[in-house]
């Protein structure tokens, strides 16, 4: 008995939808690095622009060198992480959904416009199932 492979492409209902939109910010203000209290409501206000569903955030100071404020938030579509390190004026982003109805990229482009790097970086990552 044989099979044959379908040649189309399974619609958006027949498979998960991923869109990873990621990066890093660069020579940010260190006193919205070391503010946990900002940087916690920046991610909760992106969770509501990128159409998802917030399930927890946590949040955490880090002190020393390398020192900085994390911020992850687990969301029914999966995350949003942000990790500073003030001493470098640095961050990483990074927006994870799956599904059709969230928008990764505003989240992202919401966080950065508020952080005001003076450069950052932005990659995107197709992660949908076959």
């Known amino acids: 008995m044989s099979q044959q492979l379908s040649s189309q492409t399974p619609s958006n209902q027949d498979r998960i939808v991923g869109k990873h939109v ?3 910010l660069y020579d940010i203000d260190d ?3 070391m503010d ?3 940087l916690e409501g920046l991610v909760l206000e992106a ?3 990128a159409k998802m ?4 955030i ?3 100071s880090f002190g020393g060198k390398k020192g900085g404020v994390s911020v992850i ?3 029914e579509e999966s995350h949003i992480a942000l990790h500073t390190w003030n001493e470098y004026k640095y961050a990483t982003l990074d927006v994870y959904t799956c599904g059709v109805d969230s928008n990764p990229q ?3 482009e919401f966080i950065v416009s508020n952080l005001k790097p003076k450069r950052h970086q932005m990659f995107f990552a197709d992660r949908s199932s076959e």
């Open 22 to 24: 990621f990066g890093n």
């Open 31 to 33: 006193k919205l690095l």
């Open 36 to 38: 946990k209290d900002l």
């Open 47 to 49: 969770v509501k622009i």
């Open 53 to 56: 569903n917030l399930v927890e």
């Open 58 to 60: 946590k949040s955490w």
């Open 73 to 75: 938030a687990l969301v």
């Open 106 to 108: 505003a989240a992202f």
